[in-house]
């Protein structure tokens, strides 16, 4: 911030981290300006440019370095990973977190600097291990978000990282050394002062983050491979109850100071992290859904992965699936309303999009897939879940302004409709008078599995590998007809080159039908950039078979 402010630093700038955090600025600015003129040109298409020339400085100052990675050069680049990730570049975004990655062992960020903790010989400064480590755990955090399970995809594992968590935001501030925890709870390193205590309560909010995406690894593995497993058998072996006790344990930890309050709301407003804390109670909820789906049907992807279980489990241990989902994603839309309520900007985030998407995802589908005459939630009605899935809609109508989310958006909106359609007065009294096994046209496909020779047909169709993979596919194809290799590549605008048909991908059959409504799509003739990254956790997205009018045929997504 010395630097920014200083108007000949500016223009030397070498490693492009100011250019990154104008990159990122300059959308938010944008939007301003534009609100207060409201006969303006169209706000969509100038928020979305408004940083692209900031990121390309950005991008060639990180460069000019190659080969000589600095801390500050990687710190350009998971800003830039951020930005193209808003703005929709994902083949550039998934290329750049694997240059992140390499950065990492060639700085050997992933081990302390020396054994001097406190820094009372060391010859770097407490504050600049502190920025090392920091760095180190949000280079983690890019990769594990990538990851999501899949071994091929994982370049920063957590079992190499041999560094302590983040410290409390105030004593990095004050530039106060101190030991915390690593990854693991209770454990330090093994070269740190013992005799100094409350390595514990010095361990900053993103460190409980950081063990809550590590846990979520770990079950999104397992959701993965769960030939063999029995989850309702309380076992030694019992990977199901290994996991969840390892989320209770991360809950019970979180101490008074963190927890979910109106009066710690206050405080972490005031000090602008309401995002990092709204964000840990949501992942851990989240990560209760990630494992407790393998009881739902239609949770995991493929639908056949868990039908064993399905039929097979005791009728307690489906209830419970079910009761656990629904519940926890009652909470996350709580919270998802509180924050929105409270500081609408700091939902300003991809994975608030994402955790918003999930939510009416996994609500809908598991009181679709409830077949007891009793509620749920008896505490609950269908107006309350309607609320929730309503405000869903509404976050997410207001992300698309900075974010590219208007599939995200898409999938929220049918899956109220969808909601709306199955529990309407009429349905909820034909349920009352028979018991209807859940069917859908989609049953019949069950026997369909995703071929496993290719991550696109191992991960969700819309994650962040798959989307960077179809952007080369559409730019190989484009090459390929203009026969020129040196022509440029034809805007992002041909949406079959993103999105893969039911004939490329057989695993988009297993979902809801959704709503044979062109009225939506019809208001969007270039979609293609406009696709945003969707999450690799194998949830629904209502968007399965959906036809999508491009003009000259129809591409079922």
């Not at 509180?338 to 500081?343: I, K, S, V, Y």
């Not at 034909?430 to 018991?435: F, N």
Request: net charge negative; aromatic share 10%.
């Amino acid at each position: 911030m010395e630097r920014f402010k200083d108007r000949k630093t500016i223009f030397t700038e070498m490693s492009g981290l100011i250019y990154a955090m104008c990159a990122l600025a300059a959308p938010f600015y944008c939007a301003r300006v534009i609100a207060a003129k409201e006969d303006g040109p169209s706000s969509t298409v100038l928020f979305f440019d408004a940083g692209r020339g900031w990121a390309e400085a950005a991008m060639q100052s990180m460069f000019s370095s190659f080969g000589s990675p600095r801390i500050e050069c990687l710190i350009t680049g998971v800003l830039l990973h951020e930005y193209y990730l808003r703005v929709g570049d994902y083949a550039k975004g998934f290329l750049i977190s694997g240059f992140i990655a390499r950065q990492v062992q060639l700085l050997q960020l992933n081990m302390e600097y020396d054994d001097d903790i406190l820094c009372r010989k060391s010859k770097m400064s407490w504050a600049a291990k502190e920025t090392r480590r920091r760095v180190l755990w949000a280079c983690y955090l890019l990769d594990a978000s990538i990851e999501c399970g899949i071994n091929q995809l994982c370049l920063i594992p957590s079992n190499d990282i041999y560094v302590q968590l983040p410290c409390s935001e105030d004593l990095f501030v004050r530039n106060i050394p101190c030991n915390t925890e690593m990854l693991t709870r209770g454990k330090l390193l093994p070269f740190a002062d013992t005799s100094v205590v409350g390595a514990a309560g010095n361990l900053d909010i993103r460190a409980y983050y950081i063990r809550a995406m590590a846990i979520r690894s770990k079950i999104l593995k397992y959701v993965k491979h769960l030939e063999g497993e029995i989850p309702w058998e309380v076992t030694e072996n019992s990977q199901f109850h290994k996991l969840d006790s390892e989320i209770r344990e991360l809950d019970a930890s979180i101490p008074d100071s963190l927890k979910m309050s109106a009066e710690n709301i206050y405080i972490f407003k005031g000090s602008g992290r309401l995002n990092l804390f709204f964000g840990v109670h949501i992942l851990i909820a989240q990560t209760f859904n990630d494992l407790y789906r393998v009881g739902v049907s239609r949770l995991v992807f493929p639908n056949t992965a868990t039908k064993w279980i399905r039929e097979n489990a005791p009728a307690e241990f489906i209830k419970l699936c079910h009761r656990t989902c629904i519940s926890k994603a009652v909470y996350i839309g709580s919270l998802l309303k509180d924050l929105w309520n409270c500081h609408k900007l700091s939902i300003i985030d991809l994975p608030y999009a994402v955790h918003t998407q999930i939510c009416s995802s996994v609500l809908v589908t598991s009181l679709s897939s409830w077949k007891e005459p009793d509620p749920p939630l008896s505490h609950l009605s269908h107006s309350d879940y309607q609320g929730i899935l309503q405000t869903n809609v509404t976050i997410l109508k207001y992300l698309q302004r900075y974010i590219k989310a208007d599939l995200y958006y898409e999938s929220a909106t049918q899956a109220l409709k969808h909601f709306n359609t199955r529990f309407s007065q009429e349905t909820l009294e034909r349920r009352a008078t028979s018991s209807i096994r859940e069917s859908s046209p989609v049953d019949n496909n069950d026997h369909i599995r995703p071929s496993q020779s290719s991550l696109e047909h191992i991960l969700n169709p819309l994650g962040t590998y798959p989307m960077a993979r179809k952007q080369v596919q559409h730019y190989d194809q484009q090459h390929a007809r203009d026969g020129n290799s040196d022509k440029p590549s034809v805007p992002q605008s041909d949406i079959a080159a993103f999105c893969p048909s039911t004939t490329d991908n057989p695993a988009n059959m297993d979902g809801f039908l959704g709503f044979q409504d062109q009225s939506f799509f019809s208001q969007f003739p270039d979609w293609a950039p406009d696709i945003p990254i969707m999450n690799d956790m194998g949830y629904p997205t209502f968007l399965d078979q959906y036809p999508v009018n491009i003009g000259d045929g129809t591409l079922v997504i």
